[in-house]
């Protein structure tokens, strides 16, 4: 247990230290990485965008209960980037984090499935429609 806290704190300390990337920046390095299929140009892409993600993964109520869950929807995040990086379109003249934020809730949602997490749309939270608790589940099956 105490092996994964470092390793999420080690992954912290790595993310907070990069900076983001400027519209200028970010265009330029998925261009050279669409022409020339650059590593270097992808990896600082995909770097840029960490902080997003772990952002997005905070949002989910159940990360803060179990260090696990939050693990298991960054990576889930990390693997939204990556597919984002692939369709994205750079002449379609939006940011990539704008497209890739897409990616990145989609692939977290279909995580928290996986992980048995309910999914309420905002527009119910919005109307105060309450969620059944686990039990009141049990009750009904």
Not at 39 to 50: F, N, S, T, V, Y
């Amino acid at each position: 247990m105490v092996a994964d806290k470092d390793s999420l704190s080690m992954y912290y300390k790595d993310v907070e230290g990069t900076r983001l990337l400027t519209a200028p920046e970010e265009r330029e390095l998925i261009l050279r990485y669409r022409q020339c299929r650059d590593p270097k140009a992808r990896d600082l892409i995909i770097k840029g965008a960490l902080r997003y993600v772990i952002a997005e993964a905070r949002k989910h109520p159940r990360s803060y209960a179990e260090r696990s869950i939050l693990e298991d929807l960054i990576a889930a995040g990390n693997v939204g980037l990556l597919r984002a990086l692939e369709k994205f379109n750079p002449a379609a003249g939006t940011r990539f984090l704008t497209y890739a934020g897409w990616w990145v809730r989609h692939e977290m949602r279909e995580e928290g499935r996986r992980l048995g997490m309910v999914h309420v749309p905002a527009h119910a939270l919005a109307k105060g429609i309450r969620t059944p608790a686990l039990t009141e589940l049990d009750d009904r099956a």
